[in-house]
T-cell receptor
Framework: DADVTQTPRNRITKTGKRIMLECSQT?????MYWYRQDPGLGLRLIYY???????NKGEISDGYSVSRQAQAKFSLSLESAIPNQTALYFC????????????????FGSGTRLTVV | KQEVTQIPAALSVPEGENLVLNCSFT??????LQWFRQDPGKGLTSLLL?????REQTSGRLNASLDKSSGRSTLYIAASQPGDSATYLC????????????FGTGTLLAVQP
């Protein structure tokens, strides 16, 4: 089984619909992230969470919300999907870094390809 | 502003050639730098992670180097194979409140048989 699992793998939805992307992990990591990837723009951070009670906006959070239901689960919602939210979405995890900084890498899921028509 | 740049954007080489992919970052205060591989439409697979205190890391035919003072990292691939064809992404990890991972836009590598 994958360390970081995203569902669904692919989704086509209509403009204005609410949609939820889910992420679960077996890494035991405290920190979880949602990124989106667009051609030519690279990966951009949407939201991140350092523990169950912690939610933080990334650089492109408008139009999105998240929920950290448990240490292992982090879901991303689009309240009212619009076509420019068509992208490849990635969930990622990392371990806590400690006072000297992060000594660990990130682990990414396989991605959810979302198309808003 | 913390930015990561990868050059070239695309590269095509014949099988068997040794090659170097470049990554540069504007803020040298990184915690670590991670190289990923991404196949078309797929997720990111971590290849190598270099801590800020390290100069290089090796895994099989891959070698990644880090020079913080010049803001550069390179990924060296020896004896390239068609199966190496993919997009290679570098990402610099910074601390602070965000503990942010900043990605480059990637190098698309095609290894011709």
């Amino acid at each position: 089984d994958a360390d970081v699992t995203q569902t669904p793998r692919n989704r086509i939805t209509k403009t204005g619909k609410r949609i939820m992307l889910e992420c679960s992990q077996t890494k035991g990591h405290d920190r979880m992230y949602w990124y989106r990837q667009d051609p030519g723009l690279g990966l951009r951070l949407i939201y991140y969470s350092f523990d169950v009670k912690d939610i933080n906006k990334g650089e492109i959070s408008d139009g999105y919300s998240v929920s950290r239901q448990a240490q292992a689960k982090f879901s991303l919602s689009l309240e009212s999907a619009i076509p420019n939210q068509t992208a490849l979405y990635f969930c990622a995890t990392s371990a806590r870094g400690g006072t000297r900084g992060a000594n660990y890498g990130y682990t990414f899921g396989s991605g959810t390809r979302l198309t808003v028509v | 502003k913390q930015e990561v740049t990868q050059i070239p954007a695309a590269l095509s080489v014949p099988e068997g050639e040794n090659l170097v992919l470049n990554c540069s970052f504007t803020d040298s205060a990184i915690y670590n730098l991670q190289w990923f591989r991404q196949d078309p439409g797929k997720g990111l697979t971590s290849l190598l992670l270099i801590q800020s205190s390290q100069r290089e890391q090796t895994s099989g035919r891959l070698n990644a180097s880090l020079d913080k003072s010049s803001g550069r990292s390179t990924l060296y691939i020896a004896a390239s194979q068609p199966g190496d064809s993919a997009t290679y992404l570098c990402a610099a990890r910074y601390g602070g409140a965000t503990n942010k991972l900043i990605f480059g836009t990637g190098t698309l590598l095609a290894v011709q048989p």
